[in-house]
């Protein structure tokens, strides 16, 4: 009879975890009340311990990740990218400009200061792409540049990345992903008591799967939801920092002349152009900035010859 509290228990864990994002109390509670029940001869000891386990991925997944956990976090998918990609070094003048134009953005923006700050790197590739990890890791390859026309497009793709930072996509995916693994270990945890199967296993897969998610975030994409907030909150960047907003959708506009029919880069991990220009034309209309592009043309110019 012992057993047919098991499945309440381990359920009532899960549903209190997820009403109450910041649960590291409740996980704990949780897991003394566990023990004390498995000591006590309430539930079985095998069964006390799946519930303790279940309790501390749970409190686990509600943890605040800090700025320095951003950052390194950041840094990890960083290193996964330059797996792929070389860091192009052909012209420390145009990756001090993009960072000045990072720059520019990220002092007029709500969040001016970060652990580490931003930084912008440029990839040795012609392929037409760009990434932004969380802690301020930008990454935007040559064959992205080459397809700027102007300052304030190449702006509008910098303000987008940081834009993805700023709103925390990629952390709001492990976060989201860590609740969901955490929630596996305590439906599975039942299982593990009944068929003795070792829930600290079960356990190393919910840690493991941060470094998942991080690979599969930047092979994959964010969702088009978060790549049209993105657009929107880098019109609000560029107009605070004195471009023009439309230098984004002159930054798709070329893009879809040169990525439409393409499966590869931009389009991989991005939505199609056309759709991002559709969703951005929407908004654009409340930005009433002066066109001052001209007087970057010629810098502009002078930095990429």
């Known amino acids: 009879m012992k057993n047919r509290y098991i499945i309440p228990v381990l359920l009532m864990l ?5 009403l109450l994002s910041s649960c590291q109390h409740l996980a704990a509670i949780a897991d003394i009340g566990a023990q004390v029940a498995g000591a006590t001869g309430v539930i079985d000891q095998n069964t006390a311990n799946a519930i303790s386990n279940s309790s501390k991925a749970v409190g ?4 605040e990740i800090t700025p320095e956990q951003e950052y390194y976090i950041g840094r990890a998918v960083g290193a996964n990218i330059l797996t792929t990609y070389k ?4 012209s420390p003048q145009l990756t001090a400009y993009v960072n000045r134009i990072c720059g520019a953005i990220v002092i ?3 969040k001016p200061d970060i652990y580490n700050g931003y930084h912008v790197m440029i990839l040795d590739s012609s392929e037409i792409n760009a990434f932004a990890t969380s802690g301020g890791h930008i990454f935007i390859t040559r064959g992205l540049i080459a397809d700027a026309k102007s300052e304030d497009a190449l702006a509008g793709v910098i303000a987008h990345e940081i834009a993805h930072i700023q709103l925390q996509h990629s952390i709001k995916a492990i976060k989201t992903s860590r609740i969901t693994q955490a929630l596996l270990v305590t ?3 039942a299982a593990g008591a009944a068929t003795g199967y070792d829930v600290n296993e079960l356990t190393d897969v919910f840690n493991e799967s941060v470094g998942e998610i991080v690979t599969t975030m930047v092979n994959n994409g ?3 939801t978060q790549e049209f907030d993105a657009d929107s909150t880098a019109l609000s960047l560029l107009a605070s920092a004195g471009y023009n907003p439309s230098g984004l959708i002159d930054m798709l506009k070329e893009l879809n002349k040169t990525q439409g029919g393409q499966s590869g880069g931009f389009n991989k991990t991005h939505p199609t152009p056309a759709k991002r220009i559709t969703s951005a034309e929407k908004s654009i209309g409340k930005y009433k900035i002066p066109d001052t592009g001209s007087y970057r043309r010629t810098r502009y110019t002078a930095v990429l010859n």
């Open 14 to 18: 899960a549903a209190f975890s997820v």
């Open 60 to 63: 686990s997944a509600a943890e």
């Open 87 to 90: 860091i192009w070094n052909g």
């Open 108 to 110: 007029n923006s709500p």
């Open 187 to 189: 439906g599975t945890s």
């Open 222 to 224: 964010y969702s088009q």
